[in-house]
């Protein structure tokens, strides 16, 4: 076997594979003499008939068979072997190999198209992101426990509605002369007393049991991203809905809040041992600045991402790689036609960040391996493992780790930690490149910029 490569242009190459007989001869033979040996052809007893009449038979398909194992091993250790660094995969040029004539030729001539990874130049310089850090308010640990202790709390159902109380029921838009308006919103859904910006507004409803109706203003009793999700309307339309509403109350719910005390305090903080109030406000106040610096990286992480690919200047293979995504999809509705639609919107981005991740990954590898994927999900095991009966220390480290690579090998499964630690990798890179100016914001300027 005898390969060779012939470059096209600065970046597009055809690899030639020729193939001898001798390649392939050895492993021929064996598998007809398989053939013969099992073979129930009429007029002969098992495994009796002629070597002739089994390769007239088997030799085309079993030669062909053999060869395209042999060019799918080749192709990719030469690939390897010569360092090359492609897109996607090679692509057989038809047009040059032609049709192989596997029942009558014994050597063989294969052309494959590839294209070599354009060089990918990362200009820090270029890059001008800072990285966000949350002020967080007494007011924020205020609510967070607020909704602890709800969550933790007593759920009740009572037959009138109360203050505070989450309510249930039907909305019906009315025109200005209180009727049914035709065609306008007509929804089932559910509020919390406590969210309506208007006192006089929720005590409409305190008192209130099934069946009863209310008739109130939603612009003036919640903002437009509460009514958008509680009519189900488009951000547009909740804007723009001033219209009263006639609810007709079908239920509703109530939450005694759970008392703030140790038994509330293990609860939340497992294992942790909070003794205080001020200690639970701690852990509290210590969870949530976790959790926004986590959401602050993430934005941080997609703003550098942003810009790496608005400066990304590398040039791109176009007609192959829109040949070899047509190749790879078994989607019927994926045409040369939609491809060439979709190509700038939908395949450029995608294939931009490939090759950007590519380069990222020469600077320091930020895809998560196995043993850190392991751990991860020992960690979180952890947390809530009890040791079995008669087992040490070094035995409940041992079913962990062998419990952790078990969930580890579906991936599908993992995928959350798998992009969670593709973040902190890459989030970690960026930092050491950039050293990011640290800007204070409020949640609520946070949120705009996440938009």
């Known amino acids: ?33 398989e053939y013969k040996q099992k073979a129930a052809i009429p007029g002969f007893r098992k495994g009796m008939a002629p070597m002739g ?7 085309p398909t079993v030669v062909a068979d053999a060869v ?31 049709t192989p004539d596997f029942a009558n030729a014994t050597d063989f001539t294969f052309y494959f198209d590839a294209v070599l990874a354009p060089q990918v130049n990362i200009d820090w310089s270029k890059v001008d992101t800072k990285l966000c850090s949350i002020k967080l308010t007494a007011k924020d640990t205020d609510t967070q426990i607020d909704d602890i202790t709800k969550r933790f709390g007593k759920f009740e159902t009572p037959e009138t509605v109360g203050e505070g109380d989450y309510v ?22 559910s509020f919390d007393l406590s969210d309506v910006k208007e006192a006089e507004i929720a005590a409409l409803f305190v008192g209130k049991k099934a069946e009863d109706t209310v008739v109130f203003n939603p612009s003036k009793a919640f903002t437009a991203a509460q009514i958008e999700k509680m009519l189900h309307l488009e951000a547009a339309a909740a804007k723009k809905f001033k219209s009263d509403v006639s609810f007709k109350v079908s239920g509703c719910s109530h939450i005694t809040p759970a008392e703030i005390n140790e038994e509330l305090f293990e609860k939340v903080f497992p294992g942790k041992g909070l003794k205080s109030a001020d200690e639970f406000r701690k852990a509290i106040t210590e969870q949530i600045n976790k959790a926004n610096d986590e959401q602050c990286q993430i934005l941080f992480v997609n703003q550098v991402r942003k810009q790496l690919l608005d400066n990304f200047d590398a040039a791109m293979p176009e007609a192959f790689l829109k040949r070899w ?9 994926v045409t040369a ?35 850190e994927i392991v751990d991860y999900i020992k960690d979180i095991l952890r947390k809530n493992d009890t040791k079995q009966e008669g087992e040490d220390d070094k035995q409940a480290e041992e079913r962990l780790e062998q419990t952790a690579r078990t969930i580890a090998q579906d991936r599908q499964n993992v995928q959350q930690i798998v992009d969670k630690l593709y973040v902190d990798k890459t989030f970690a890179l960026f930092k050491s490149q950039l050293n990011p100016e640290v800007e204070k914001v409020s949640a609520k300027e946070f949120a705009e910029r996440c938009k």
């Open 325 to 333: 995504i047509l190749s790879r999809s078994n989607d019927k509705d």
């Open 337 to 371: 036609e939609t491809i060439e639609s979709e190509w700038a919107e939908k395949y450029v981005p995608s294939l931009k960040w490939e090759l950007v991740d590519g380069a990222l990954n020469k600077i320091q590898s930020i895809e998560p391996t196995t043993n």
């Open 1 to 33: 076997m005898n390969i060779t490569r012939e470059n096209l242009g600065e970046l597009d190459l055809c690899i030639k594979i020729d193939v001898a007989e001798n390649d392939y001869a050895e492993k021929v033979a064996k598998q007809l003499k």
């Open 68 to 98: 395209q194992d042999l060019l799918s091993e080749s192709l990719y250790k030469y690939i390897e072997d010569e360092k090359l660094d492609i897109i996607g995969s090679p692509l057989s040029n038809d047009e040059k190999t032609g």
């Open 168 to 189: 249930y029921g039907k909305a019906v838009e009315l025109t200005k002369e209180g009727t049914e308006k035709e065609g306008g919103v007509n929804a089932f859904c």
């Open 53 to 59: 009449m089994i390769q007239r038979l088997y030799k």
